[in-house]
Nanobody, 120 residues
Framework: QVQLVESGGGLVQAGGSLRLSCAASGSIFSIITMVWYRHTVGKQLELVAGFSSGGRTNYAEFAMGRFTISRDNGNRTLYLQMNRLRPDDSGVYYC??????????????WGQGTQVTVSA
């Protein structure tokens, strides 16, 4: 089984920073894509930032210049450094990894979500 465990959310004042983590464990042959999504009030789930299968990063427009996605391949951990946070960044952040299992099947897994609240 594969598990994704998120951490790092919390309450921060506008202009502050948070660093989210997403640690993957279990029977993983390789990790194909690693993505952060968020669900904010009044909006559908949206992509925040991600690594493609080729290792390229991509960011949502709102994240550019403020958020940085990174990863530790050895520890199978994905990070999201969020700076200059704004109240409209408040929401639940999810990591999602597309994983190649030892059975040579692909499956997408989701973290449990971590709440980010930015006060004005």
């Amino acid at each position: 089984q594969v598990q994704l465990v998120e951490s790092g959310g919390g309450l921060v004042q506008a202009g502050g920073s948070l660093r989210l983590s997403c640690a993957a464990s279990g029977s993983i042959f390789s990790i194909i894509t690693m993505v952060w999504y968020r669900h904010t009030v009044g909006k559908q789930l949206e992509l925040v930032a991600g690594f493609s299968s080729g290792g390229r990063t991509n960011y949502a427009e709102f994240a550019m210049g403020r958020f940085t996605i990174s990863r530790d391949n050895g520890n199978r951990t994905l990070y999201l450094q969020m700076n200059r946070l704004r109240p409209d960044d408040s929401g639940v952040y999810y990591c999602s990894l597309e994983i190649l299992l030892p059975t040579r099947t692909y499956r997408r897994y989701w973290g449990q979500g971590t709440q980010v609240t930015v006060s004005a």
